[in-house]
């Protein structure tokens, strides 16, 4: 029981920190909707240029899509405050504004070098496929990782005050009292491997076309992703440790009907 | 003065009075029947995606955290997933 409060505890440590963490994440949206190209001089023929602006115009929509998606999510995440919600969507919305100029700035141009170079920021600058989505993603798959954390803990120290329960009506609780330390342990880690994703990918920028840099931030938001899944994996396998512990209360609780009974 | 006289004037001194009282709250605020919570406790907070009550470890409120804990790993999948799918961002051909 003194574990699982423990575990509670940090829990709420650890729920206080995601949000400044995620700020970063809000500071790259808005930074990367500054960033120009260098221009080139090319040559395009006239049908080449309509087809250039048709698939910037693709892409664009594309990506205003993804990020009206992602700011919905944003604000079903329940483990940072209402301001930094607040925040992120405004500058989610900074992002779309951005785009809709672009859009119409691609549509408008006339020159074959600034359009192959608008239509090239669109993923260099931006990045929105590349960065900006999986990094608020990972956040909000991490935001719900402390709610589920949360809501074992809690769980948890119910399960342990049945345990205790039936110890004292004369159960044997090894079993169960083993598979209670286990759901602590893994919630623990859970919480930490969370933490760490966010820890790691919040803080990255657009790569504007820099090759390492891009190698670098793909790497990162990998390892990331290793950190969602080993929080899935540490899930999995608490949620086997209460199946276990509810048929091990459900067997200790028929075990002593029928003393009962056959007294 | 008569004595009937006396009788309203007391009667009307003693519901001026009653009225007074009763305007500055002193008699509403602790009814007959109510008891008062003198010890300033708060009561739970209400639970949150469809877990059971803080208090209740009875099997069907732990069937019932066990089942909001499911939904809850569904929606994580589906947010992991969501990663995945915008890892993968290639150049647009010119």
């Given at each position: 029981?003194?574990?699982?409060?423990?575990?509670a505890?940090?829990?709420?440590?650890?729920?206080?920190?995601?949000a400044?963490v995620?700020?970063s994440?809000?500071?790259?949206?808005?930074?990367?909707?500054n960033?120009?190209t260098?221009?080139?001089?090319?040559?395009?023929?006239?049908?080449?240029?309509?087809?250039?602006?048709?698939?910037?115009?693709?892409?664009?929509d594309?990506?205003?899509?993804?990020?009206?998606?992602?700011n919905a999510?944003?604000?079903?995440?329940?483990?940072?405050?209402?301001?930094?919600?607040?925040n992120?969507?405004?500058?989610?919305?900074t992002?779309?504004?951005?785009?809709?100029?672009?859009?119409?700035?691609?549509?408008?141009?006339?020159?074959?070098?600034?359009l192959?170079?608008?239509?090239?920021?669109?993923?260099?600058s931006?990045?929105?496929?590349?960065?900006?989505?999986?990094?608020v993603?990972?956040?909000a798959?991490?935001?719900?990782?402390?709610?589920?954390?949360?809501?074992?803990?809690?769980?948890?120290?119910?399960?342990?005050a049945?345990?205790?329960?039936?110890?004292?009506?004369?159960?044997?609780?090894?079993?169960?009292?083993a598979?209670?330390?286990?759901?602590?342990?893994?919630?623990?880690?859970a919480?930490?491997?969370?933490?760490?994703?966010?820890?790691?990918?919040?803080?990255?920028?657009?790569d504007?076309g820099?090759k390492?840099?891009?190698?670098?931030?793909?790497?990162?938001?990998?390892?990331?992703?290793?950190?969602?899944?080993?929080?899935?994996?540490?899930?999995?396998?608490?949620?086997?440790?209460?199946?276990?512990?509810?048929?091990?209360?459900?067997a200790?609780?028929?075990?002593?009907?029928?003393?009962?009974?056959?007294? | 003065?008569?004595?009937?006289?006396k009788?309203?004037?007391?009667?009307?001194?003693?519901?001026?009075l009653?009225l007074?009282?009763?305007?500055?709250?002193?008699l509403?605020?602790?009814?007959?029947?109510?008891?008062?919570?003198?010890?300033?406790?708060?009561a739970?907070?209400?639970?949150?995606?469809?877990m059971?009550?803080?208090?209740?470890?009875?099997?069907?409120?732990?069937?019932?955290?066990?089942?909001?804990?499911?939904?809850?790993m569904?929606?994580?999948?589906?947010?992991?997933?969501?990663?995945?799918?915008?890892?993968?961002d290639?150049?647009?051909?010119?």
């Amino acid at each position: 029981m003194k574990k699982n409060i423990l575990v509670a505890l940090s829990l709420l440590g650890f729920s206080v920190a995601l949000a400044p963490v995620l700020a970063s994440a809000a500071t790259a949206v808005t930074t990367s909707a500054n960033i120009t190209t260098p221009v080139a001089t090319v040559t395009m023929s006239a049908s080449a240029m309509a087809a250039a602006k048709a698939r910037g115009d693709k892409e664009l929509d594309r990506r205003i899509a993804a990020l009206t998606d992602v700011n919905a999510r944003i604000q079903t995440m329940q483990k940072v405050t209402d301001a930094f919600k607040q925040n992120l969507a405004t500058n989610i919305q900074t992002q779309i504004t951005g785009f809709a100029a672009l859009k119409s700035k691609i549509q408008a141009d006339t020159d074959a070098g600034v359009l192959k170079a608008d239509v090239t920021s669109i993923t260099q600058s931006y990045r929105v496929y590349a960065l900006i989505l999986p990094q608020v993603r990972i956040a909000a798959a991490a935001d719900r990782g402390v709610l589920i954390a949360e809501m074992m803990t809690t769980l948890g120290n119910k399960l342990a005050a049945r345990i205790q329960a039936a110890g004292k009506g004369g159960a044997d609780v090894t079993a169960m009292t083993a598979s209670l330390n286990d759901l602590g342990a893994k919630i623990s880690d859970a919480s930490t491997q969370a933490q760490a994703s966010v820890s790691t990918s919040a803080a990255l920028t657009p790569d504007r076309g820099d090759k390492t840099k891009m190698a670098s931030n793909t790497a990162t938001l990998a390892k990331a992703r290793a950190n969602l899944a080993a929080v899935e994996k540490d899930f999995l396998a608490a949620r086997k440790d209460i199946d276990s512990i509810m048929k091990g209360l459900k067997a200790a609780a028929s075990a002593t009907t029928n003393t009962t009974v056959s007294h | 003065m008569s004595k009937v006289f006396k009788w309203v004037i007391a009667v009307v001194v003693i519901v001026v009075l009653g009225l007074l009282v009763w305007r500055s709250g002193w008699l509403t605020s602790v009814k007959p029947g109510m008891q008062t919570n003198t010890q300033g406790t708060k009561a739970p907070a209400a639970p949150k995606n469809g877990m059971s009550a803080s208090n209740d470890a009875s099997d069907a409120a732990l069937v019932q955290d066990s089942a909001a804990i499911d939904s809850q790993m569904q929606g994580y999948s589906t947010d992991s997933a969501a990663v995945d799918s915008g890892l993968g961002d290639k150049s647009i051909g010119q």
